[in-house]
């Protein structure tokens, strides 16, 4: 397979992570990106892909030149709310170029998450929703803390745990290029703080997950903003349910992730310095015999984000899941 991919708002770290995954991809034939930087080269906005990663960043693109793909794809990484406004005009002009019923979109932003765009978008998190991904054409991948949440949560299926308290924290590039108050790296650097307390906006979409995966139970999540520039560290702690040990609990969690290539398995605690720009999310559990916690590791750039993305393209296409993928991070992060 021949593919041909476009990324909208390929200049923030979200496009630049897609740019860096997809040059290495064994079936991505051409790449494209769209920003407002437009006549810049890859690498002079993303260094790390100067020499690397050929092209130049354009400030639309026209569609008419993907009529003779074998399969052209197009990723957003739009700001949060662009694309559900572009989207009608986007798919006016696939018509146009006779590409309408070949595109596979992917959105990396919060537009196409909800309930309510289901079925038409596919909710992106493969470990769980890999069936579903077969065949998509339109996906909405999940947000990072989200993936990191969800993940925590997948040994959890069909059980009933009551009281469910997460804690995730985060590295700044989570909120994007512009600096601002909370991700300023003087203003974060030799500080931890938590953030949206009990009220962040992927809550949505990791409850909708429960409800679909059969776990009952009151979930608390406070985010927290953590002295680093990659990575979620999620915490996931829960009173064990009467008839599940300890020794119970790792074994649903070996069960669950054992067809998932990118999830490893590990004793003591996770560590985000080891999947730093990786695609992989690494998994421990921990009980004293009348509590149990799931704690999880993914670079929120990554797993969270971008690699994710890239894995459900895999997915849909019918590719090898792992294809692009299988890097190891940097370490130490």
């Known amino acids: 397979m021949r593919i041909d991919a476009a990324i909208l708002g390929a200049s923030g770290y979200g496009g630049g992570e897609l740019l860096r995954w997809l040059s290495g991809h064994p079936a991505v034939a051409s790449l494209r990106g769209t920003s407002r930087h437009a006549g810049r080269a890859f690498g002079d906005v993303h260094p790390n892909l100067s020499g690397l990663v ?15 793909s074998e399969q052209p794809v197009v990723f957003s990484a739009l700001p949060h709310g662009e694309l559900a406004g572009l989207l009608p005009g986007l798919e006016r002009a696939w018509d146009r170029a006779s590409i309408a019923d070949r595109v596979l ?74 600096p601002v108050e909370g991700t300023h790296h003087p203003l974060r650097a030799q500080d931890f703080r938590a953030y949206k307390p009990l009220a962040h906006q992927h809550l949505a979409e990791v409850r909708a997950a429960m409800a679909e995966l059969g776990i009952q139970g009151d979930l608390a999540f406070v985010p927290q903003s953590a002295p680093m520039v990659r990575g979620i560290f999620m915490s996931l702690q829960f009173r064990l349910p009467p008839g599940l040990t300890g020794e119970g609990l790792a074994a649903r969690t070996a069960d669950a992730f054992r067809d998932a290539p990118f999830v490893r398995i590990v004793t003591g605690s996770p560590r985000v310095g080891a999947v730093a720009g990786s695609a992989f999310c690494d998994v421990a559990t921990a009980s004293d015999g009348r509590n149990g916690a799931v704690l999880t590791a993914i670079d929120n750039l990554g797993k969270g984000m971008a690699s994710q993305a890239v894995q459900c393209m895999n997915l849909a296409l019918g590719l090898p899941e792992g294809a692009g993928l299988r890097v190891p991070g940097c370490y130490p992060g």
Do not use: K, M
């Open 54 to 68: 050929p092209g130049v960043l354009e400030e639309a693109i026209d569609w008419s030149s993907f009529a003779s």
């Open 105 to 178: 979109l992917l959105d990396l932003s919060t537009d196409f998450r909800g309930v309510e765009h289901r079925p038409r978008f596919v909710y992106g998190q493969p470990e769980w929703n890999r069936e579903a991904l077969a065949g998509a054409r339109r996906v909405a991948c999940a947000g990072c803390f989200a993936t990191a949440l969800e993940l925590a949560l997948l040994p959890l299926r069909g059980l009933d745990v009551g009281f469910l308290a997460a804690t995730g924290a985060t590295g700044s590039s989570g909120s994007g290029a512009t």
